[in-house]
């Protein structure tokens, strides 16, 4: 089954003790995302992926780093989290055809539920 | 920039009511258009899209209509069901790189 996965689903920490999330797809999509969702704010791209080693950042990437070593894995990765990262976070992935990628469909993980006390 | 405005919610609908949510954009060039949905404890999905002007998508009895010159994507259904509650997000896919901007959400609610 062609899927977004990302581990783990929930997770509550403390300010300060570095995470990182996990995200994987294996549609073999060249582009991946990762955005966060927040109350009347919709959903905010943090960080993306053009291809293995080729990384940027989106709308809001303070506090937040991420690499791409593999085409399939994306992982978020939370140096120093603050309360103001709690969040509810989307990893994404898309084919990336070359002069398409504005038309193509983005595929949604289920979501990681981050508190961080 | 690029940005997306979508109607105030909650939205609460009886069941066979009609149902608009308002969706307007701002971008340069020339921006596909998006409705994803999400569904209780799930991801975002893919609900319909229109990749030019006056193209119309439609899924599962939901359409809307990219209008360039009033610059929005209204989305509608004729008749909602209780299986339609979910938060509806309009989106802006605008750049070479595939990046999305979305609207705040709007909840739809929608009672037997």
């Known amino acids: 089954e062609a899927q977004v996965t990302q581990n783990p689903r929930y997770l509550i920490t403390v300010t300060g003790k570095k995470l990182t999330v996990t995200c994987s797809q294996n549609?073999?999509?060249?582009?991946m995302s990762w955005y966060r969702q927040d109350p009347g704010l919709g959903l905010r791209q943090i960080y993306y992926?053009?291809?293995?080693?080729?990384?940027d950042k989106g709308d809001v990437p303070e506090g937040y780093k991420v690499s791409r070593k593999e085409k399939r894995n994306f992982p978020l990765i939370l140096e120093s989290p603050s309360p103001n990262q709690t969040s509810l976070y989307f990893c994404?992935?898309?084919?990336?055809?070359?002069?398409?990628?504005?038309?193509?469909?983005?595929?949604f993980g289920p979501g990681t539920r981050l508190l961080v006390l | 920039g690029n940005s997306v405005t979508q109607m105030e919610g909650p939205v609460t609908l009886s069941e066979e009511a009609f149902l608009t949510i308002n969706c307007t954009y701002t971008a340069t060039g020339y921006p596909s258009l998006f409705w994803y949905v999400q569904y209780p404890g799930e991801g975002l999905q893919l609900l319909l899209k229109a990749t030019k002007a006056d193209d119309k998508g439609s899924n599962k009895g939901f359409e809307a209509t990219y209008r360039k010159e009033t610059t929005s994507f209204h989305l509608e259904k004729g008749s909602v069901q209780v299986s339609d509650s979910a938060v509806y997000f309009c989106?802006?896919?605008?750049?070479?790189?595939?990046?999305?901007?979305f609207g705040q959400g709007t909840i739809l609610t929608v009672h037997p």
């Open positions: 549609m073999n999509h060249e582009y």
């Open positions: 994404a992935s898309s084919p990336g055809t070359s002069g398409r990628a504005r038309q193509e469909t983005q595929y």
């Open positions: 992926s053009m291809n293995v080693e080729v990384t």
């Open positions: 989106a802006l896919g605008g750049t070479s790189y595939g990046k999305l901007t």
